[in-house]
């Protein structure tokens, strides 16, 4: 499935019948409905679900030994100069330790410097790389939003970049603790690289993050698979 940003994957917390879970088996009639992998309440996009007892483990399995090549896009503001040229190109892998606690919004997150230091092995890796820089376009909302105060948008013409994002793990917030690392937060998160407080969800503009690609061989057909989200960004040019 494609899903729409700000819906989330599994029922949690207030939401029940509004998850992609939930409304799928009432669409389908079909209770057995498994999702195999999972996205952030905020990220839309590519959202694979198994629809029997047999395809659930093989799927989640292709997941989990890390057989899918999944592919992200995001839109934080253009990064410096000075780190321009390394993104372009092949791109940058990212690597660092990401723990998360449960009582804290945020992942702890250290560099492989910083792992190195403490005796602590690297578990979350992403390759990154600029696909274009460009300005944001007139329609984008200023500074402000009425639904969120809290949370700034880019200024008409102010420069911009589209990232690819192609994470070899799949750790809790792992793409935009990276996209912060990098000192490139992305647009639209209320979590990085400061929590924000509570507002309502904006959904004329959500966090710049589409999960855009899955593909993968079917683990039981043997047959090549691609999907892609028909979805685009909101500060997309």
């Known amino acids: 499935v494609d899903k729409p940003h700000y819906l989330p994957v599994t029922p949690r917390g207030t939401y029940v019948a509004q998850t992609a879970l939930t409304k799928l088996r009432v669409r389908e009639n079909n209770p057995l409905l498994t999702p195999v992998h999972r ?3 905020p990220t839309a996009g590519i959202l694979l679900f198994a629809k029997t007892r047999d395809a659930r483990g093989p799927f989640q399995t292709m997941f989990q030994n890390r057989q899918v090549t999944k592919t992200y ?3 934080p503001p253009a990064p410096t100069e000075d780190l321009r040229e390394s993104m372009m190109g092949e791109g940058v892998q990212v690597r660092s330790r990401i723990d998360k606690n449960r009582n804290i919004l945020q992942v702890r997150q250290c560099s492989v410097r910083e792992c190195e230091r403490a005796g602590l092995s ?3 890796e992403t390759l990154v790389r600029i696909r274009k820089i460009y300005q944001a376009p007139q329609s984008v909302p200023l500074k402000s939003g009425t639904q969120n105060p809290y ?5 008409p013409g102010e420069e911009l970049a589209l990232y690819e994002l192609t994470p070899h793990t799949g750790k809790m917030h792992q793409l935009r603790a990276h996209l912060n690392m990098l ?3 992305n647009l639209g998160d209320v979590l990085y690289p400061k929590v924000l407080p509570d507002a309502p ?4 503009y959500p966090l710049q993050l589409l999960a855009y690609s899955l593909h993968f061989k079917h683990p039981l057909t043997g047959e090549p ?3 892609y989200s ?3 960004l909101a500060a997309a040019s």
């Open 39 to 41: 996205l952030d309440r």
């Open 73 to 75: 896009l995001a839109i």
């Open 225 to 227: 698979v691609d999907l």
């Open 230 to 232: 028909g979805r685009s």
């Open 122 to 124: 690297v578990n979350a």
């Open 201 to 204: 969800d904006r959904p004329e």
């Open 151 to 155: 949370l700034t948008y880019p200024a």
């Open 183 to 185: 000192s490139s937060p």
